[in-house]
């Protein structure tokens, strides 16, 4: 085998890799996280049109550290009836839609590590809470707090 034959075989085949990895990555957060939610959370309609959106939004399921993190990656969309999530087109296969309620939020609690502020989500059923930081973090725990009126759920 000639050195063109090895430079065909690496241009053809380090792609092929590349997209298998992603798709093996993507399959990995969606089981360690995401997929806990589906069976009570699946979406398969879609997002209002009157839904308030924060694109590129960082959230982590579970416990940090040891949570599934989607850095700057997802999508939280909030109405009067709950609030919607969806990663961005990269990361969204094996990743559908979810809604949750605000009837299955337990609390909504501000963090503060450092410099970063996070708001903590625990639900009513047992699915891993939920951080989010940011904007889309502050925008959850506002209209949380303005449909309880100020007091836990």
Same mark, same amino acid.
């Given at each position: 085998m000639n050195n063109t034959h090895l430079i065909w075989i690496f241009a053809l085949?380090?792609?092929?890799? !590349? *997209? =298998?990895?992603?798709?093996?990555? =993507?399959?990995?957060? +969606?089981?360690?996280?995401?997929?806990?939610?589906?069976? %009570?959370?699946?979406?398969? @309609?879609? *997002?209002?049109?009157? %839904?308030?959106?924060? +694109?590129?939004?960082?959230? *982590?399921?579970? @416990?940090?550290?040891?949570? /599934? +993190?989607? $850095?700057?990656? /997802? +999508? *939280?969309?909030?109405?009067? $009836?709950? !609030?919607?999530?969806?990663?961005?087109?990269l990361f969204r296969l094996f990743h559908p839609l979810l809604h949750i309620g605000w009837d299955q939020v337990a609390s909504i609690e501000p963090r503060k590590t450092l410099w970063i502020k996070a708001h903590q989500l625990s639900f009513r059923r047992d699915v891993p809470m939920l951080t989010f930081g940011g904007s889309a973090g502050q925008s959850l725990f506002d209209a949380w707090q303005a449909r309880n009126g100020g007091r836990p759920g």
């Open positions: 085949g380090f792609p092929l890799f !590349f *997209v =298998a990895m992603w798709l093996f990555i =993507a399959r990995i957060l +969606s089981w360690a996280g995401w997929s806990k939610f589906l069976p %009570a959370f699946a979406w398969d @309609r879609p *997002v209002p049109d009157h %839904a308030r959106r924060h +694109s590129l939004a960082t959230m *982590v399921i579970g @416990r940090f550290p040891g949570g /599934v +993190s989607y $850095r700057n990656a /997802v +999508s *939280v969309w909030i109405d009067e $009836r709950g !609030f919607y999530l969806r990663p961005m087109i």
